[in-house]
């Protein structure tokens, strides 16, 4: 199965960023692949406005979701990415959206909320309560996880348990002393925790790092882009999957109980 990673720079125009979504789903789909993963919180950015993700949120009915949806019904493409969608007055909640054939196939809503490094994102966004349940293409098992979920090990392990062969992240990784050493020793650490494959998509520009990267269930980076625009596209193999876990058999191997979500 072939995956592709959409990474590009979000502006503050959301019309624009739902143009360069279209146009990556077409690229994606025209070059084979069955997955697309493209960067978290697309509807608008602007550096000079930290909240205007907040201020633009859209409900998942409204005209940034519609023009994606329309394009995936053309296809058979699976697209991951996020946005932000009103909660209460003022406030949004950071929502994955899985997006097949013209339809919505499955929500997650974010449950790390980036409070770190001098940013709280929880001031004006409200975090999920759930892990999201696995999705399925083409007899391959994917699990959901959006940026800071990453520093979670517990959270991709509950995946990996559940059944995922792959785990699936948008991101906007922020710059800053350490982060561009933080995101590529996560994204490999996560990949052997579980023996998953690792498809991360980030956003670039000036704010945040980009350098999305696939990786393999032995950690080995397959597909890397460095800070500008790009359309990564790789095979994962279910045959790499199971030669992984027979060789690192560290699902079977724990002595400990996940932890559970609080």
Known sequence: MYVAVGQFAVTANWQKNAETCVSLMAQAAAQGAS?????EALLARDDND?????????PLDGGFLAMLLAESARNELTTVLTVHVPSTAGRAINT?????????????????????????ESRLVDAGTRVPPLIEIEGIRLGLMTCYDLRFPEMALNLALAGAEVLVLPAAWVRGPLKEHHWS??????????????????????????????????????????????????????????????????????????????
């Open 96 to 120: 994955l959206v899985a997006l097949r054939g013209g339809r919505i196939v499955e929500q997650y809503a974010k449950l790390h909320l980036y409070d770190a490094f001098n940013i709280q």
């Open 185 to 262: 020793t996560l994204l490999a650490a996560r990949a052997l925790d579980t023996t998953c494959y690792v498809v991360a998509a980030g956003e670039c520009g000036n704010k945040n790092i980009g350098q999305s990267r696939i990786i393999d269930p032995l950690g080995v980076t397959i597909a890397a882009a460095a800070e500008g625009p790009a359309l990564l596209i790789a095979e994962i193999s279910q045959q790499r999957i199971t030669l992984a876990r027979q060789q690192l058999p560290v699902l079977r191997n724990r002595r400990f109980a996940p932890p559970q979500l609080l």
């Open 35 to 39: 997955l697309l993963v493209l960067p």
């Open 50 to 58: 930290p909240d205007l993700s907040v201020k633009s949120a859209q």
